[in-house]
């Protein structure tokens, strides 16, 4: 028997290599938990169980288990393109599309022999911190049923055993809420790191694809499969691709980390608080320097980047037009018409406000009060964190100001939840990649520690995290299943 | 943002909105605005934009000629389609 909760990508691999388990076996393990357990977390929109099933029995037959990631099932979420597998963003918009290619990503952890096991909820376009904004459903924390798994339910999938570990998506930081929320590993790299083509865009300039998976390790092993430049995204970027799991086998010595002290205002709450200056103990304890910084503009990190996302997203969405693929309203008048309503039927309420607060900021009358402003902000913030790492190595802040929230508790209040982000969002707005990891619980909730590294620095705060890791326990406690 | 400023910027963005939805946004936008205007107490004399954060380059290539999709694959996802084409309303008049 497999126990599922204790697996990860290092030790399933070595399984496979040394024929302890066969990749069928390890898939079948993992639809099993998935028809177990997911009817309670609700964490998959669409299963590719028979046609993983049958990759694996291929996968076994050849022998072809070399590669780190050959064989092992993984959870896609459900912006990432997978060619001849439905692919929604959580909207009725795309209830039906079926991509009729492959994501980059996917195409290369394909390369790699990897089996897709199903595509996992999500706030529609990635608009929301609670996958409430689903058009299809709410996903659950399987830390408790009642509260919300973050953004994006892949991390819900990975903490509870449903898929060893997914690939994700981070615009304001749904990646590293999500796996703040529900405890397990999150890494978002640096914008440019990982190819977006095939992500479908939500604000093309912050973002990034990247890795949720049970421990930093795993996490190395993903980021080293997908990274590079790929010429069908110009914005990827041909910076040098370190062996990022060779990393882990040094330590950051010497390092110095600054703990900026706008990350820890009255939103955020006492018990993250404290387990984020625990966190901090534990790597004085260990040697490196911990001193508190100030990033002094990130007061407008939050609307700086609510007016970015809401501009940018406004125009991406602008390529749903009910023509070329998608949804289209049965009954219209003219050509303009089929666009209004088609848009107007498919769309939920949180894509239609972003879509007239993002019209109205690019609009003529305001473009230079609020969006040409929101930019030049974005280049202050930038600044911050360039001045911040000539001094530091790394910094340190909670990856969310409070632990998973109830379901509802901010009902109609899609504004107060934006808070959330508060954290992360000043990484998107400078495009750095920022890792976060399990540091503590609050009322047996999760509480993840956010590691924000240099420019293409991913190895750094790898290696921070992995030190960090092998000296705390917390990636180790197991769900406790607890019924809403 | 008042009802007529809301209801131009839905018809911008092609948009169709339900009363109560009209009411919703206006609700939810009206206080964020207020928020909005924080942004106008940095300074920001003098300073760049920003667009993208990193790679902030133009990118070129070779204009070559590769295989595009199979295109019948493509058209599966239309709404509606003839043969190659995307079929649409009527937009010139007879």
């Given amino acids: ?484 | 943002m008042d009802k007529d400023t809301l209801e131009r910027m839905a018809d911008i963005a092609h948009l169709h909105l339900e009363t109560r939805e009209i009411e919703q946004i206006l609700h939810d936008l009206g206080p964020l605005l207020k928020q909005f205007d924080k942004l106008n107490q940095a300074d920001t004399e003098g300073i760049a934009t920003t667009v993208y954060p990193i790679n902030d380059k133009n990118v070129l290539r070779e204009d070559e000629v590769w295989e595009s999709l199979p295109i019948q694959e493509v058209l599966k996802n239309a709404p509606d389609r003839d043969n190659r084409f995307f079929r649409v309303p009527r937009i010139i008049e007879e």
């Avoid at chain 1, 609510?306 to 070329?324: K, N, P, Q, T």
Wanted: hydrophobic letters at 40%; glycine letters at 6%.
């Fill in chain 1, 1 to 484: 028997m497999l126990e599922l909760d204790k697996l990860s990508i290092h030790i399933a691999h070595e399984m496979l290599i040394k024929k302890e388990v066969s990749s069928e076996e390890l898939t079948k393990a993992f639809l099993e938990r998935i028809e177990d357990v997911d009817e309670k977390t609700k964490a998959y929109v669409t299963l590719n169980g028979d046609k993983a099933l049958e990759e694996s029995r291929e996968i076994d037959k050849s022998g072809d288990i070399k590669e780190y990631l050959a064989g092992i099932p993984l959870a896609v979420k459900d912006n990432i393109c997978t060619k001849d597998l439905r692919t929604t963003c959580s909207s009725k918009m795309l209830e039906n599309f079926v991509p009729p290619y492959d994501a980059t990503v996917i195409a290369k952890l394909k390369d790699k022999n990897a089996i897709v096991l199903g595509k996992t909820n999500m706030d529609e376009f990635a608009l929301g911190s609670s996958t409430e904004n689903s058009y299809f459903f709410t996903s659950k924390n399987p830390w408790n049923l009642e509260r919300v798994p973050g953004s994006s339910a892949s991390a819900a999938a990975v903490a509870a055993s449903e898929a060893l570990y997914a690939l994700d998506s981070d615009t304001g930081g749904a990646l590293r809420q999500s796996a703040s929320f529900c405890g397990v590993v999150g890494l978002k790299p640096t914008y440019g790191r990982v190819s977006r083509f095939g992500l479908a865009a939500t604000a093309s300039s912050m973002d990034t694809v990247g890795p949720i998976a049970k421990n930093v390790k795993d996490c190395a092993i993903v980021l080293n499969a997908i990274s590079g430049i790929d010429s069908f995204d110009p914005t990827s970027s041909d910076a040098v691709v370190p062996d990022f799991l060779k990393s882990l086998e040094s330590k950051p010595e010497g390092a110095k980390i600054g703990i900026p002290k706008e990350f820890f205002g009255d939103e955020v709450a006492e018990d993250v608080k404290s387990a984020v200056i625990n966190a901090a103990k534990t790597f004085e304890n260990l040697g490196y320097v911990c001193e508190e910084i100030s990033l002094p503009h990130a007061e407008y990190a939050l609307w700086a980047y609510l007016a970015i996302v809401a501009a940018e997203a406004s125009s991406e969405l602008g390529i749903y037009d009910g023509i070329r693929y998608g949804y289209r309203a049965q009954n219209y008048e003219d050509l303009k018409d089929l666009y209004k309503k088609s848009r107007g039927e498919a769309f939920g309420l949180e894509a239609k406000w972003h879509i007239i607060l993002g019209t109205y900021l690019s609009d003529d009358k305001y473009y230079d009060k609020y969006y040409l402003k929101a930019q030049k902000i974005r280049t202050l913030i930038k600044q911050d964190f360039v001045a911040a790492f000539e001094k530091y190595d790394f910094l340190i802040t909670p990856t969310t100001p409070t632990t998973a929230f109830k379901i509802g508790e901010y009902a109609g209040d899609s504004m107060s939840m934006y808070a959330n982000v508060m954290c992360t969002a000043p990484v998107n707005l400078a495009g750095l990649p920022a890792i976060s990891v399990p540091c503590g619980f609050a009322q047996d909730m999760p509480i993840g520690l956010q590691i924000i590294g240099k420019a293409f620095d991913e190895a750094g705060i790898l290696q921070l995290a992995y030190t960090f890791e092998e000296n705390t326990d917390y990636h180790r406690k197991q769900i406790v299943w607890k019924e809403a």
